[in-house]
């Protein structure tokens, strides 16, 4: 069996489908591609919307995070990732989805690029584009909290697979980690503490660690 995954290490997406794969017992190999490989055709060939990450099991290929996720939870031996209840397994998939949608263009290319990225690369900080990323992401993360909490109750904790880790904590837990990196997104994280109880247990799974990557530099914007 040959299983790959494709994309840029550091990318939460990949990271969430390369942390599923490791709860699941699935040993796979991980194909560096960068964002400017995507523009050529041998990357349009992979991936069609020019995103990652990109699934390759036995010459098959799938795109978009949330199907992947499926894939690997139904594909595969191991430990199932969803709970088998329709309504937990939907609000799972509710939290995937808002985390793509809501989080990782407040939290990530909001609070984790403006600050955490910017200098570990060199680069200066703008408090004014910092500040409104904060601001941006207060109701986002807010509103994930509240899902998070829900799935922990119904599963019984401390992860919302119901009852063990599952594929709504592999999508979420890179997120939290890249807005955890900025020390704006630690304030933020501060004032969640049922988000923040959820996340310290959650990142220290070994399916998480072993995906951890430094913080790359794709360039700075211009001043």
Known sequence: MSVKTHGWAFSPYVRAVRIALNEKGVA?????????????????????????????HDGRRLFETVAILDYVDAAFDGPRLKSGDPYRDA?????????????????????FFNQAYILANGGRVDADRLAAAVEATVEPLKAIESVVETLIWLSGGPFMGGPGFGLADAAL????QNLSLAEAGRGLMAERPGLSAW?????????????????????LPPD
């Open 91 to 111: 609000l799972s998939t509710a939290v995937v989805a808002a985390a793509g949608h809501y989080l990782y263009p407040t939290a990530v290319m909001g609070v």
């Open 28 to 56: 796979h190999d991980h194909v560096p591609l960068a964002l400017p490989d995507l523009a050529t055709p041998q990357g349009r060939a992979l991936s069609p919307f020019g995103r990652v990450p990109v699934l390759e």
């Open 173 to 176: 837990v890179p997120m939290i």
């Open 199 to 219: 996340f310290t247990e959650a990142v220290r799974r070994p399916s998480v660690t072993s995906t951890e990557v430094p913080i790359p530099n794709f360039g």
